[in-house]
């Protein structure tokens, strides 16, 4: 695959893009980024998920735990944090 390098980002056409998605997926999860293009203007990004660090799960909580009365978490309440982690 032929990836022209643009402003420090790997830039890929979108024609190209679609025919080796897979390829760009493969090598997106080993931490390189793509920039999809369109008539050399820039569309779309692929980049890795970035998962949150112990630490910083760690202070998300103590300052949900800092927000909230001191009394033990509803299940109705765990079940929306749930959900709103997953939007």
């Known amino acids: ?8 980002s790997n830039s ?3 024609a190209e893009a679609k025919a080796k998605f897979s390829d760009l997926v493969d090598r ?8 999809i293009t369109r ?6 990004r ?5 998962r949150p660090s112990r630490d910083d799960v760690t202070a998300a909580i103590s300052k949900l735990r800092a927000t ?4 033990p978490a509803l299940a109705e309440e765990i079940a929306s944090w749930t959900r709103e982690e997953r939007r």
């Open 1 to 8: 695959m032929e990836v022209l390098m643009n402003n420090f």
């Open 12 to 14: 890929v056409p979108l």
């Open 28 to 35: 997106v999860s080993r931490g390189e980024e793509f920039v």
């Open 39 to 44: 008539h050399e203007t820039e569309i779309a």
């Open 46 to 50: 692929l980049v890795p998920v970035r």
């Open 68 to 71: 909230r009365p001191n009394r």
